[in-house]
């Protein structure tokens, strides 16, 4: 009798219980571990009825793996950010301090009183104590947590001037990253975009003459990502302030939701709020080292007629964001956990040197040494404005971006940048606690990476 020439193919029961693909079960789940060694094991079949030789064990277990790998890489993951930019929308912003994650905890992995007051026993507001912990951090009356700084301006557009005018500088008319687009959100929302000023310049007095009877709104927004140099003028905030009608808002979207001197030549939210600013909003997870959320502070009369309008059901966050912003701030007044931005800024030149030569400990100068290299908040704040920083420089013959494909496919990935055709580590921005990787990575690569 002729051998079922399919017979020699592993069963996926029999797959899916080798200690190969444990990791995998874990990382990507059983049933999908499960379908690539289906994928796999039908194509093996496709190959013997073309009579072709099928693949030995050894082989079908690499190819299952690799796929594993292709769908794991899909996660959002843990990675290493050496890229020198403390605040990138692509690495997640600003990561969250383990002491505020663990105060956090318990309120997310049991039940809690998010909408429930203590004190009377019947529904609550879903705001908990962040009013006044933004009160105290930054002046504003009261505040409302949204779901992203977009929702904020979103919110506060649709809830104070729909249907009328919103003045709007041409310097400011800015888009910000993916598609948010001012003068489209101001149409979106139904609010009038009227444009004042030039590109470079828009004072006071352009703001107070386009006002009319249909005025809602002066709306002044963060440039956030570019910056107009040389000949150019804001109005002045107080002087704007004192020229408008009573009845105009002022809200500023202020972006980075900086609340000190971190970052040189940006203005605080509690400076907006100081100078007479009805609103201001900002994002959670920018400057201030939360997590990601749109906080919208200022004036009461204002704020509860943007927490009583129906899009605030559809923008508001849930109790994880809740209990992370109110943990994040206890501890940011507290002064026991600071933003990413405040942390890594205040890093000497002469620790960043300490760091990086510790993270080449053991390895040849020749191979790997230190440079310098620079800085960049992100997330919209400041930028221009570079600072100093060291980086680890990779001396190889290799091209740097087969080096930059070498560092992100570690586990975790490391995330360099390639300038002037070398690579670089940034030293600044990978956390303490991932030093022992970025080492551990160099010394694979000039082991076994580069050819
Ligand atoms: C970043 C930014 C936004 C968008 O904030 P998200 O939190 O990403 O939604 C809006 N306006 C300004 C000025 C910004 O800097």
């Known amino acids: 009798m002729k051998e079922n020439p399919f017979a020699s193919l592993p069963q996926i029961e029999k797959l899916l219980s080798s200690p190969a693909l444990e990791k995998w079960i874990l990382r990507i789940s059983r049933p ?71 105060l956090a905890e318990e309120v997310n992995t049991g039940y809690s009183n998010l909408e429930l007051n203590l004190a009377t026993g019947k529904r609550g507001q879903r705001t908990g104590l962040l009013p006044r912990l933004l009160k105290t951090l930054t002046g504003g009356e009261t505040s409302l947590i949204v779901n992203n700084n977009a929702a ?50 828009t004072t006071a007095k352009d703001y107070i003459n386009a006002v009319t009877p249909e005025t809602a709104m002066v709306l002044l927004v963060h440039q956030s990502n570019f910056v107009i140099r040389g000949f150019s003028q804001k109005p002045d905030i107080k002087e704007l302030i004192k020229g408008l009608p009573e009845e105009v808002i002022i809200a500023v979207d202020q972006g980075s939701g900086l609340t000190d001197e971190t970052i040189e030549g940006e203005i605080s939210v509690q400076s907006y709020i100081r100078a007479g600013a009805d609103i201001v909003c900002f994002s959670g997870d920018k400057v201030l080292g939360g997590p990601q959320a749109g906080i919208i502070t200022g004036n009461g009369k204002y704020i509860d007629i943007c927490a009583k309008h129906p899009l605030m059901r559809v923008f508001r966050p849930g109790k994880t964001i809740y209990s992370l912003l109110e943990a994040f701030l206890i501890e940011k007044l507290n002064k026991t956990a600071r933003g990413i931005a405040q942390k890594v800024l205040k890093i000497d030149m002469e620790t960043l040197k300490k760091r990086g030569k510790k993270i080449l400990k053991g390895i040849p100068k020749d191979l790997a040494d230190i440079m310098p290299a620079t800085l960049l908040a992100g997330g919209g704040s400041s930028p221009e404005k570079e600072l100093p920083s060291q980086a680890v420089v990779l001396c190889s013959n290799e091209s740097p971006g087969r080096i930059q494909n070498f560092f992100r496919m570690q586990d975790p990935p490391v995330i360099g940048t390639v300038q002037d055709n070398r690579f670089l580590l940034n030293i600044a921005t990978i956390l303490p606690e991932d030093e022992t990787h970025v080492s551990f990575c160099i010394k694979k690569y000039f082991e076994n990476g580069e050819d």
């Open 32 to 102: 999908l571990t499960a379908e690539i060694c289906a994928e796999v094991i039908e194509e093996e079949r496709n190959h013997i009825r073309k009579g072709e030789q099928p693949k030995d064990t050894n082989a079908i277990f690499q190819s299952i793996e690799k796929q594993c790998e292709m769908l794991y890489r899909m996660r959002v993951q843990k990675i290493v950010n050496a890229t020198g930019i403390i605040l990138h929308t692509n690495m997640g912003r600003s990561p969250i301090a383990p002491s505020v994650w663990s």
């Open 152 to 201: 904020a301006v979103y919110l506060i557009l649709s809830a104070l001037a729909k249907d009328r005018e919103v003045i709007v500088s041409r310097g400011e008319q800015v888009q910000i990253g993916g598609g948010f687009r001012i003068p489209d959100i101001l149409a979106q929302t139904g609010a009038k975009l009227v444009e004042v000023g030039t590109t470079n310049i």
